[in-house]
């Protein structure tokens, strides 16, 4: 069966600095993968998707990319950090033809200091 | 551009007690999904509708894609504690796109 990780669970950092989430897929090829934020315990807000390595399609502009540097691996970075990054975010993929459910990773939990 | 409305914003109910919700697109759907969030977690699919007029059951869980293919319904029957959560639903924006609405936070008193 198919299974998503996604960590860390929880970060704190301070305004400026860096940021590396990572995903990855397991039990299945070529998925669609997904990266959200969620803020207040309401609203999904789709920052960025991707169909193949490499391959990564923006929905918000700011100041966070992410990128596939393999099949089943999702990265989501910042060079500097800003207070209103703070969130949960969340990971997801889907079966690589279109109209598929998504299947949710279990977040991080994002604090800007 | 594309909006999807959920109802209630919030409900508290009574243990025991039937649920529904609803949620409403601007434009037609060929696919609704339903997912639970509960607290600290990520979303998990609870029911997938694919076909107008679909009812489809998970349990205590039923949803029903409706007619117009504008909206659709999630009932819960005889609540139980460990209900409680947010509620999403979910359609496609394009093939690999899905616009979730804004939730419904369900409360269930013991």
């Known amino acids: 069966s198919q299974t998503i ?10 305004v400026g600095s860096p940021l ?8 299945t090829s070529n998925p669609n993968l997904y990266w959200y934020r969620q803020a207040a315990g309401r609203g999904l807000q789709l920052l960025f998707y991707s169909v193949g390595i490499g391959q990564i399609s923006s929905e918000v502009p700011q100041n966070l ?5 393999q099949d089943r691996q999702f990265i989501l970075s910042s060079k500097k950090l800003l207070l209103s990054d703070s969130g949960f975010y969340l990971c997801a993929w889907s079966e690589g033809r279109g109209g598929q459910p998504q299947h949710f990773g279990d977040g991080t ?3 800007i200091l | 551009g594309q909006q999807l409305n ?5 409900m508290f109910i009574q243990e025991g007690e039937d649920v529904s ?3 409403t697109s601007s434009s037609i759907f060929n696919t609704w999904l339903w997912y639970k969030q509960d607290p600290g977690e990520g979303p998990v699919l609870l029911i ?16 029903q894609f409706g007619i117009t293919r504008k909206d659709s319904f999630l009932n819960i029957s005889a ?12 359609g496609p924006v394009t093939g690999n796109q899905f616009y979730f609405g804004t939730g419904t936070s369900l409360t269930v008193i013991p």
């Open chain 2, 6 to 10: 959920q109802s209630p914003q919030s």
């Open chain 2, 79 to 90: 609540s139980i504690p460990s209900d409680v959560g947010i509620y999403f639903c979910a």
């Open chain 1, 5 to 14: 990780h996604q960590w860390p669970a929880t970060l704190v950092q301070p």
């Open chain 1, 109 to 111: 939990r994002l604090s």
């Open chain 1, 20 to 27: 590396s989430l990572e995903c990855t897929v397991e039990g």
């Open chain 2, 48 to 63: 997938a509708l694919y076909k107008a007029g679909e009812l489809t059951s998970n349990g205590r869980l039923t949803a």
């Open chain 1, 65 to 69: 990319s992410a990128s596939r540097p």
């Open chain 2, 21 to 23: 919700m609803n949620c």
